[in-house]
């Protein structure tokens, strides 16, 4: 495993990770949302990532299946959760080919998945094939206002576009409700609701590195030495507009749970 694969998974630990109240009141959200009559729950995460949404319900005794396309990822999930392993399963996969049979899992996690997969409805299609009768697929997500990252998010994508690659940003809010749509031609009933809202401080330094480190979906396509040659002036123009790199800046979040429930 490459240094720089585990050192962009160590990243999106540090710099993607959930306060533990706000993890908590999410894993009771999808605690809740279980059914599971008298049965052992079993959980599997599609994107399961370095475990933020994982190890919280981990912690409240479900088996869990954690799976992911990348091994660094998961070698970072596994280090947090050594601990705690008698109950998981790591799953090195693809969400579109998910490695168990038909109706095996009581419920399906996504979050901040959907926009990532070009071939979306395949995955969905996995995701509600090894639910059981009764089963529910959980989606999550986070909004997020912050002036001060938006506006390097916008620099950054200027000076790309500037070198000839324009980029598309706000595919994660489109396809929520490509996939919302493709539920309900299937005859099941999403809802969603607000679970918890918070504040969190973050400095311009960490918004560029999280650009740096490309770990928004937007920034992937961008070749290599295009994104370098943006980020050195990015950096330079940050340090003339915020001049404090390690000021903070508020941010506010809001995390979103959708339920479908198969009959």
Known sequence: MSSALTRVAYAY????????????????????????????????????????IALPLIARGYRYLALDHDPAMLEVFRQKAAGVMRKVRLLLADAREIPLPE???????????????????????????????????????????????CRLQERWQALVAEEGFPVERGTHSRRLKEVEEALRRLGLRPKTREVVAWREERTPREALEALQERLYSFTRAVP????????????????????????????????????????
């Open 13 to 52: 630990d540090r710099l993607r990770t959930y306060p533990p109240e706000v993890a908590g009141r999410i894993a009771t959200a999808m605690g809740n949302a279980l059914q599971t009559r008298g049965e052992e729950p079993v959980l599997l995460e599609l994107g399961v990532g370095t475990g933020r």
């Open 224 to 263: 290599q030495e295009v994104h370098e040659r943006a980020m050195s002036r990015l950096l330079a123009w940050a340090e003339a507009e915020f001049g404090d790199l390690d000021r903070p800046f508020p941010v506010e979040k809001r995390f979103f749970l959708r339920t479908s429930r198969l009959s």
């Open 103 to 149: 109706g095996s899992v009581h419920a399906v996690i996504v979050v901040h998945l959907w926009h990532l997969l070009p071939d979306w409805p395949r995955a969905l299609a996995e995701a509600l094939r090894v639910l059981k009768p009764g089963g529910v697929l959980l989606e999550g997500w986070d909004r997020v206002e912050a002036e001060a990252e």
